[in-house]
């Protein structure tokens, strides 16, 4: 394997600091973007980046998801991945928010939330073009894991990880906390 995928996420991570702390549409409120220097992250770490196969769901389930304002949000159980990290094997479901969208959502809280990362969890987001191998498998890489917007200000409505999502080890890849 190549390097080229760390590569790329390093300037994704750039990138997104520089929206964070200058773009008007940043999540971050206007008063406190002067001070952000950048957010935080582990490492890089390829431990935490995994090919696997989705199982799908031949009847996907409707989910409620509640959201950090106290509302609600529904989505598809589309399937889940299995594997192990840590020594721990751990399965993580991934969810649709329509059944003929192409992307997933895997939400997810592990023993990181609520110290070294946001305690309401955090996201992958994975599309087809960017996360399908060849051979049609997922890639699944918590290096890419992100805080939701209301992680940097309360104004924001975000879903939160359904408690199937809560992992019992720590995922120590991607997006830590914002101070």
């Not at 987001?125 to 894991?145: M, Q, Y």
């Not at 939701?148 to 890849?173: F, G, H, K, M, R």
Request: aromatic share 14%.
């Amino acid at each position: 394997m190549t390097d080229d995928w760390k590569r790329t996420l390093e300037m994704q991570r750039d990138e997104k600091d520089q929206y964070f702390a200058n773009d008007p549409h940043s999540p971050i409120p206007p008063a406190e973007r002067e001070s952000v220097d950048g957010l935080e992250y582990y490492p890089i770490d390829g431990d935490y980046r995994f090919e696997l196969p989705l199982e799908t769901y031949d009847e996907p389930e409707p989910v409620v998801v509640a959201t950090s304002t106290d509302g609600e949000r529904e989505y598809l159980r589309w399937g889940e991945f299995r594997f192990t990290v840590s020594g721990e094997e751990v399965t993580i479901q991934a969810y649709k928010s329509e059944a003929d969208d192409d992307r997933l959502w895997v939400p997810f809280r592990d023993a990181t939330s609520g110290e070294e990362t946001y305690g309401a969890g955090r996201y992958l987001d994975l599309e087809p073009d960017t996360h399908r191998t060849a051979d049609g498998e997922w890639l699944l890489d918590f290096n890419e894991a992100y805080n939701p917007t209301c992680a940097y200000s309360d104004q924001y409505d975000c879903p939160l990880p359904p408690t199937e999502n809560w992992l019992e080890v720590p995922i120590e890849a991607g997006e830590k906390v914002f101070h």
